[in-house]
């Protein structure tokens, strides 16, 4: 990989996107497969005019209030600070994503009911807008307020995503490509795989969730700026064409579809081939491990059109070609 460069990628109004993917974005950032990078992001564009002042520091509200129309890219919420262009990478390479550190940058975050979606749509379908302190320094965020229920932050990032030749107006929906995949899987000392679809790969980075359940049943976790460091490296000898992860315990394959039954299909095969490529089983070997070992997990039911679903195997009880083939973290 040659020397390593170190950067730092600060959201301003000319480094973030809002909305979507597209690949006649220019790029923020131009770094070599291997480079480090701290990256600085901002959520809630939508709703900082409602905010408290700690919400919103000045370099938020310049993007908010200055960014560029040509970086609008589509009606979707979520800012993006990217994209991140990758010398080396290539249609058909895979690209590597080492979240080494995930940070939430301020004391507040928020969580938004929106008419017509969520899980129970019929039920709660009045809008309400709630902004949640955040103790960071004890890593907690106490609601409802005072009734002694701390949820221990788990911060990651809710979008991970490349462009695609084609661009993908709307940030909501995950797919091949990443995106929205709002797994909280991907904590701090995972990676994950992405398949790179144009030169460069132009890999995106937001929307941070300080803590969220498995489903996100209302639509949103507790949603907040976050810092991380990154990784990128291009890998040429992965044959993952949707993403793929590992944390620390585990090896986690994702689905994606209009029905949960269709995103579990998804995250079924994929697991399964993970298997039969990396573990050299047989294809109804891998079937019968993944019934044995393999829990799969509600990711989301909220993306719409597409709902998630992610299957973990332990790492505990994984072969050793494993490691051999996805190298080490």
């Known amino acids: 990989m040659g020397d390593r460069n170190e950067h730092e990628l600060a959201a301003t109004p000319t480094t973030v996107h809002?909305?979507?993917f597209s690949a006649d974005i220019p790029p923020a950032l131009v770094v070599?497969?291997?480079?480090?990078?701290?990256?600085?992001t901002f959520?809630?564009?939508?709703?900082?005019?409602?905010?408290?002042?700690?919400?919103?520091?000045?370099?938020?509200?310049?993007?908010?209030?200055?960014?560029?129309?040509?970086?609008?890219?589509?009606?979707?919420?979520?800012?993006?600070?990217?994209?991140?262009a990758i010398r080396e990478a290539q249609p058909?390479?895979?690209?590597?994503?080492?979240?080494?550190?995930?940070?939430p940058s301020l004391p507040v975050g928020f969580n938004a009911i929106r008419p017509g979606w969520g899980a129970l749509p019929q039920r709660f379908a009045e809008s309400a807008l709630r902004f949640i302190p955040l103790d960071l320094a004890e890593g907690i965020a106490e609601f409802p307020a005072g009734r002694g229920i701390q949820i221990p932050l788990r911060p990651f990032f809710g979008i991970l995503g490349v462009a695609t030749t084609e661009p993908h107006r709307s940030s909501i929906?995950?797919?091949?490509?990443?995106?929205?995949?709002?797994n909280r899987e991907l904590q701090a000392g995972s990676r994950l795989f992405l398949p790179v679809f144009v030169p460069g790969a132009l890999f995106s980075i937001g929307d941070g969730h300080a803590v969220q359940g498995d489903g996100e049943v209302d639509v949103t976790a507790i949603e907040t700026s976050?810092?991380?460091?990154?990784?990128?490296?291009?890998?040429?000898?992965?044959?993952?064409?949707?993403?793929?992860?590992?944390?620390?315990?585990?090896?986690?394959?994702?689905?994606?579809?209009?029905?949960?039954?269709?995103?579990?299909?998804?995250?079924?095969?994929?697991?399964?081939e993970f298997l039969e490529q990396f573990a050299e089983l047989s294809a109804e070997e891998a079937y019968v491990l993944c019934s044995l070992a393999v829990n799969f997990r509600i990711t989301q039911v909220v993306n719409t059109p597409q709902k998630?679903?992610?299957?973990?195997?332990?790492?505990?009880?994984?072969?050793?070609?494993i490691r051999d083939r996805l190298g080490c973290f």
């Open 173 to 182: 929906p995950p797919g091949v490509y990443g995106g929205n995949l709002d």
């Open 226 to 272: 976050m810092d991380g460091t990154i990784q990128l490296i291009v890998r040429q000898d992965l044959p993952f064409t949707a993403p793929f992860a590992e944390t620390p315990t585990d090896y986690v394959s994702m689905g994606f579809g209009p029905t949960l039954d269709a995103a579990f299909e998804m995250a079924l095969q994929q697991m399964i």
């Open 92 to 103: 058909g390479d895979v690209l590597e994503v080492r979240l080494e550190r995930i940070t």
């Open 43 to 84: 959520s809630g564009f939508g709703v900082y005019r409602q905010a408290p002042p700690e919400f919103v520091p000045p370099a938020f509200r310049q993007i908010c209030e200055q960014l560029p129309s040509d970086r609008h890219v589509g009606p979707g919420p979520h800012l993006l600070t990217g994209p991140i």
């Open 308 to 321: 998630g679903v992610h299957g973990l195997f332990p790492k505990a009880i994984a072969p050793g070609n």
């Open 32 to 40: 070599k497969s291997g480079d480090r990078i701290q990256v600085q």
């Open 18 to 20: 809002l909305g979507g």
